[in-house]
């Protein structure tokens, strides 16, 4: 079965660094670009950040540019989001999707979801 498992969340304080981890099975996902999205309590799903797996072209909202960056290890099948100088509005689950579309920012566009890790942030 297809499987996407985040992990890598939890507690920090505002200025603050984690590293989120997608682990996929299940399928090759080397014509998917992956994901990152983000949802807080009463706030719609939001973008993160997405890379290809073909050429690693990276996109990001705009508010994290500068301080997250995706990457992937492809001997892993996986993909990390590194968050550096985290802010309080971070906090939220964060979500690792597949989606064979080219309009990554949107995500109706995704096919897999993982189950989400948390990260709060604190001030």
């Known amino acids: 079965q297809v499987q996407l498992v985040e992990s890598g969340g939890g507690l920090v304080q505002a200025g603050g660094s984690l590293t989120l981890s997608c682990a996929t099975s299940?399928?090759?996902?080397?014509?998917?670009?992956m994901g990152w999205f983000r949802q807080a309590p009463g706030k719609e799903r939001e973008f993160v950040s997405a890379?290809?797996?073909?050429?690693?072209?990276?996109l990001y909202r705009d508010s994290v540019k500068g301080r997250f960056t995706i990457t992937r290890v492809n001997a892993k099948n996986t993909v990390y989001l590194q968050m550096n100088s985290l802010k309080s509005e971070d906090t939220a689950i964060y979500y690792c999707?597949?989606?064979?579309?080219?309009?990554?920012?949107?995500?109706?566009?995704?096919?897999?979801w993982g189950q989400g890790t948390q990260v709060t942030v604190s001030s």
């Open positions: 890379i290809t797996w073909s050429d690693g072209t990276t």
């Open positions: 299940g399928r090759t996902f080397s014509r998917y670009a």
């Open positions: 999707a597949a989606t064979p579309s080219g309009w990554v920012r949107n995500p109706v566009e995704y096919n897999y």
